[in-house]
């Protein structure tokens, strides 16, 4: 649990860099939204399938080495 956040810190580092880059983002810029807004409204709501699903991951990997650690003993 220590290391593993890393990878996921990465995958929605790359996916909101790449979000950041697109061109409703660069409109929502151009009309003068505030930052917060365009977290809040555009990058986030693209950013939750990613989430979960790395979430999900992670909580069945968590299961996966809970039990392996429990058939060792």
């Given amino acids: 649990a220590l290391v593993n956040w890393v990878q996921t810190a990465r995958v929605i580092y790359t996916e ?7 061109e409703f983002i660069d409109a929502e810029r151009t009309i003068g939204a505030s930052a917060p807004r365009i977290l809040f409204r555009h990058i986030l709501p693209h950013l939750l399938p990613t989430i979960i699903v790395w979430g999900t991951l992670g909580i069945s990997t968590t299961v996966l080495l809970e039990a392996t650690l429990s058939y060792l003993g």
Avoid: K, P
């Fill in 16 to 22: 909101t860099s790449s979000l950041a880059e697109r």
